[in-house]
């Protein structure tokens, strides 16, 4: 199985009058987002489900993705993902069946990959245990981990989840 962790794309900070959730994307997060997209794509990357962070910045970005890709992929937003620590960001894997479902066109069956859209620093922590050093993702970088495990249910750690490759948006061309 493969797991995505993404931040998000870069935001807008021009209007202060703004709650943090309801900070939109700025233009460099515009740009990013479907670049990066391209790249999962064009890696055989792209997610068969993604679970994302309930904020407008997220949402914003997952929308950019699932605009570049040949399909859109199913999508739930969610609070628990929101400025989540590591530990959350696991446990919300680890209920990934919870969101699934008959209804409206989420997948039934567990997704072979899943992409995970949050915010620092609880994404990049998250990385940081399975990649078992820190690391520091930018706005809309990621890291593909492929996991040995049978279940989103299954403890994830540096000893069944490698990563296979890490990508920010200033290293596509």
């Given amino acids: 199985m493969r797991l995505i ?4 794309a870069k935001s807008d900070w021009a209007d202060a009058k703004l709650s943090d959730h309801e900070r939109p994307l700025n233009d460099r997060g515009r740009r990013d987002a479907p670049r990066i997209a391209g790249w999962i794509q064009d890696n055989g990357c ?3 489900f993604l679970l994302s962070s309930d ?12 605009s570049r890709w040949e399909a859109p992929v199913p999508t739930c937003f969610s609070s628990d993902l929101y400025l989540a620590t590591a530990s959350s960001i696991f446990q919300t894997i680890r209920t990934t069946e919870k969101w699934l479902s008959d209804e409206d066109g989420l997948p039934e069956e567990h997704p072979q990959t ?3 859209l949050g915010h620092n620093p609880g994404i990049s922590a998250a990385a940081s245990e399975l990649l078992d ?11 593909v981990f492929e996991c040995q495990i049978s279940s989103w249910s299954a403890e994830l750690g540096p000893e069944n989840c490698q990563v296979w490759k890490e990508m920010r948006p200033k290293q596509l061309p």
């Avoid at 962790?5 to 998000?8: A, F, K, P, S």
């Avoid at 904020?55 to 699932?66: C, H, Q, V």
């Avoid at 820190?134 to 809309?140: D, I, Q, S, V, W």
């Fill in 114 to 116: 899943l992409l995970v």
């Fill in 133 to 143: 050093h820190a690391c520091g993702f930018p706005t809309a970088g990621l890291a």
């Fill in 5 to 8: 962790l993404m931040r998000h």
């Fill in 46 to 48: 792209r997610p068969d």
């Fill in 55 to 66: 904020s407008k910045r997220t949402r914003e970005t997952a929308a950019f993705l699932n």
